[in-house]
């Protein structure tokens, strides 16, 4: 009766192992996936803002001044980080954390979009005007992107 006992918790053990073990690898596999599509967006986007400064710049200053472009902005911008921040909520010691902070960071913007649309939009139009900070946010954001391409295909 014991050895029968144990050799169905082995089994059930194993099985519970192998499932940890595949959610684990499937969240490793969405983190791999997830870096690469942030660090392309990244670079893409902020490479094309940091050689066509005054175009981008001129462009956030007319979507600041359109209340409701800003409130659209603002709700599928909770959606989509919503959805990322459900499927990658991942605090460890490695890139995923990058990630995640980057997903609840992306979240707080479009919740704040809506609920005190003045604040982003001050902070917008002090990013606009600050050409030396504009840039930097730009290399910096850039910089960021190409770390999580690295990872993502797992250059380092």
């Not at 690469?36 to 050689?51: C, D, E, P």
């Not at 001050?122 to 190409?146: D, Q, R």
């Amino acid at each position: 009766m014991l050895e029968k006992f144990a050799k169905t918790r082995k089994k059930q053990y194993n099985k519970q192992h192998n499932f940890y073990f595949l959610l684990l690898n499937k969240t490793m596999e969405n983190s791999y996936i997830l870096a690469k599509i942030l660090g392309l967006f990244m670079v893409i986007v902020y490479t094309a803002a940091l050689f066509s400064g005054k175009w981008y710049k001129k462009i956030l200053a007319d979507m600041m001044k359109d209340g409701g472009l800003m409130y659209v902005t603002g709700i599928f911008t909770v959606i989509l980080w919503l959805v990322m921040v459900v499927i990658h909520n991942i605090w460890a010691r490695d890139r995923t954390l990058l990630i995640t902070i980057f997903g609840w960071m992306s979240l707080a913007k479009g919740a704040a979009l809506i609920a005190m649309p003045a604040q982003p939009i001050k902070a917008g139009e002090y990013f606009i005007k600050n050409n030396s900070l504009f840039t930097g946010l730009l290399v910096a954001m850039i910089l960021v992107g190409l770390f999580l391409i690295a990872k993502g295909f797992m250059f380092i």
